[in-house]
């Protein structure tokens, strides 16, 4: 199971927000089911921001939206978010 989530930081925010991803990524790679969590930061549009997250099933990603360092960060991220984030969740076809 793939989520791919797409957020947009207020411009004087950027830093921060990088911080709070970086945090959360670096704990949930440790989390069992948790096949990988990469954050991308767009080139041309630093405030741009994609999370690529692959887990292995519901109940490994249910076990990382209710750890603390997630529930964290979206306590801390969300107020530096320019507008609602954009996450999808997706199966791998082939």
């Known amino acids: 199971m793939r989520i791919i989530m797409r957020l947009a930081a207020k411009t004087d925010q950027v830093e921060a927000l990088r911080a709070v991803l970086l945090m959360v990524a670096t704990a949930a790679r440790r989390e069992p089911g ?11 549009d630093r405030t741009d921001f994609t ?3 692959d887990y292995a ?10 750890a603390p360092h997630t529930q964290e960060a979206f306590a801390k991220g969300v107020p530096l978010l320019a507008a609602e984030p954009d996450m999808r969740r997706y199966s791998i076809v082939i």
Request: with cysteine.
């Open 51 to 53: 999370l690529v997250e």
């Open 57 to 66: 099933d519901q109940a490994a990603l249910d076990a990382h939206l209710a």
């Open 34 to 44: 948790c096949r990988g969590y990469q954050v991308l930061q767009n080139d041309a």
